[in-house]
């Protein structure tokens, strides 16, 4: 018996072929593919992997909900296995995607009793570009950590007043300093939900920070991001 898997049917709906690469730093970069074949909310991501690769990594999309293109931002990380490679392609290659994935998102609940700090460092910033650009008029403060002022992403994206840029080696930023110092500083209103996306050591750090500020984990949501 011969079974027809349809293989075409399957590789038209999860490739998708890079439209624009726009480069934001050295080593930073937007992809830009066709709208998505599927919906999505802002703060999910998605898994990518490149024809002929067996690997595959998360990225959380970048765009907007509705938005023209299907995005992401990646960090060309030195060492890594797939972001390098990825920082190889050109437009026209074919990626394949998977998702979306996660509960990354606005808190439903809080969305309208509550104030947003969204806190982020380097690339952890994608989730909250694509919730900034999906919720147009939302209330919030975006807290962004990184070392020199250049990889303030797309930062004249965000409104200057609801953005802060800390920056670790720069004193160029906002704030000289890191996302920590700049927290620990810093009062918050007591009805504030806060969103955390980065490298590991700065979420727990923050978590701890928030914590003795008296804000409870129903509070504070995570996407750790290694
Ligand atoms: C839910 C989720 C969403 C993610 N979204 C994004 C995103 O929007 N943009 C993005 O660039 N990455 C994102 N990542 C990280 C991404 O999946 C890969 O880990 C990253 O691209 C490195 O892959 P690699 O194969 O090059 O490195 P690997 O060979 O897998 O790892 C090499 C080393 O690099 C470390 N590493 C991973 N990411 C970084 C980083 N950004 N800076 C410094 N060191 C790092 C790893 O911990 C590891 O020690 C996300 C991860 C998760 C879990």
Known sequence: M???MKPEVQLDTNYYKVEDIKNLSEHT?????PKSRFEFVAGQHISLSISGDYQSREYSIYSAEKGENL???VKEVEGGYFSPKLKHLKVGDMVEIHGPFGKFGLDEKRKDSHKHVFIASGTGIAPFHSIVESYLGLDYHLIHGVRYVEEGYDREEYADERFTLC????KNGDFNGRVTDYLKITEFDKDTCFYLCGNSDMIFDSMEILSDKGFGRE????EVYF
């Open 2 to 4: 011969i079974i027809d």
């Open 29 to 33: 970069f937007v992809l830009s593919l």
């Open 71 to 73: 995005q992401v931002l």
């Open 167 to 170: 920056t670790s080696r720069d």
């Open 219 to 222: 509070n504070v949501n995570v």
